[in-house]
């Protein structure tokens, strides 16, 4: 019996050491393949689209239910609030979060001047 027993068994010293190569080459592959997905989704544009996102829906389930805005529910937020605050504290994505802010900021913005405009549109309707 081989020293090497199991599946293999059958094959010769060449033929394992043959896939063998084949499979480290095909592991180095996807581990390539895997380190390329990880830089291109590490930028600081798509991570402030990620924490744009969180954040969002963080505040509508806030702002959602009542009960989530006591200070019973701090303990839960912080690990949020101290990666939030170190995230901020970088200085490569300060300008991409102020970019983002600054849209949000238009938005409700515009969304408030339309909503005024029609509020006194309707106003002047009743009279």
Not at 12 to 33: D, N, P, V
Not at 61 to 67: K, V, Y
Not at 109 to 124: H, I, L, P, Q, Y
Request: aromatic share 4%.
């Amino acid at each position: 019996m081989s020293r090497y027993a199991g599946l293999d068994s059958h094959l010769s010293t060449a033929e394992r050491k043959q896939k063998l190569l084949a499979e480290g080459a095909i592991f180095r592959a996807e581990m390539l393949h895997s380190r390329d997905i990880v830089r291109a989704n590490l930028n600081t544009r798509s991570l402030a689209t990620v924490l744009l996102g969180r954040a969002s829906g963080i505040a509508s389930s806030l702002i959602g239910t009542s009960s989530a805005l006591k200070a019973s529910n701090l303990p839960a937020m912080l690990p949020l609030l101290v990666t939030g605050v170190s995230w901020l504290s970088r200085r490569a994505t300060r300008k991409p979060f102020l970019i983002g802010a600054a849209v949000i900021a238009a938005i409700g913005g515009a969304v408030f001047v339309s909503s005024r405009n029609s509020k006194e549109t309707t106003d002047d309707e009743l009279r």
